[in-house]
């Protein structure tokens, strides 16, 4: 979780201008926009790690899965109804081929 946090961090707070940031609105679209305008405070203003800090567990877990490839598998469902196309896998090398066949069909 707190390996995604800063990048999160960093499309909430601090990818453009403030009132002209894509990413805040696609967060505050899906209900976090409260957290938005903190994290762009705290970007805006140097705090980045505090920004990072400022992420909850399960606004990471909206857009990142996360965790023990026990949950990871337990979650794919949800994934899989969803409007992504895409996934950018990441995590230590000795781990990627076991996340990665999860989404093997």
Not at 1 to 18: E, I, S
Not at 63 to 87: F, M, Q
Request: hydrophobic fraction near 50%; glycine fraction near 8%; include cysteine.
């Amino acid at each position: 979780m707190d390996l995604v946090r800063p990048f999160l961090a960093l499309y909430a707070g601090g990818m453009g201008a403030r009132g002209a940031n894509f990413h805040f609105e696609v967060f505050a679209r899906m209900g976090y926009e409260s957290v938005a305008e903190e994290v762009q405070e705290l970007y805006l203003a140097g705090r980045k790690e505090d920004a990072a800090r400022a992420i909850p567990l399960e606004m990471v877990e909206d857009v990142a899965l996360v965790g023990p490839i026990d949950k990871i598998r337990a979650e794919i469902p949800r994934w899989r109804e969803s409007c992504l196309t895409t996934l950018l896998l990441s995590g230590p090398a000795s781990s990627l081929g076991a996340v990665a066949s999860l989404f093997a069909d």
